[in-house]
Structures are given as C-alpha cells and as structure tokens.
C-alpha cells in the first residue's frame, strides 16, 4: 500500500502545490507544503523553536516530489511562502 506523500501525516489534510523561490538552493521545482494554521506540527512549532532556538518562528511540513524528502519548512509568520502557492 502506497502512502500519498501529499497528505499532511500530522493534520491528514492535503498539501498546496508550492513553487519553490528562485532565489534558494532548496532544490526542486515545486513541493508539496501544509498550509492548515491549525496544523500541530505548525502550531506547536512556535513554542518549540522560541524555547529550543530563542527564535520567533515555525515551521511547515512540506514534500519535495523530486527527491522524495519530507520535512520541516522555516516560516517567520502565518502568511510567509503563502505568495508561491500553485493554483491547480
């Protein structure tokens, strides 16, 4: 049984299809990333990265379909990598 990486494992919704930034080395032409703000992967991010890192951010889960990684996506704000979503 295959597992559809674009489905977020920790709020089980679907991922946006998401144009990576020209300007990064992140590899990959697009990814999957979860964009649900109430997320708990997201959501507890903020407390985790303030108290391990001292710094004010989260992170996404995101699927590269290139490379086949999944993984954490840095976001300083709610809003932050909304503007690269692919509209299917």
Known sequence: MSVDKTICPHCGQK??????????TWGGYHWY?????????YVRGWDHMEKTMGVKCSYRHRYDPESGNCGPMPVYSKDMGRECIIED
């Open 15 to 24: 991922m946006a299809k998401w144009r990576t930034p020209e300007q990064t």
């Open 33 to 41: 990333v979860c964009f649900n703000d109430e997320c708990r992967y």
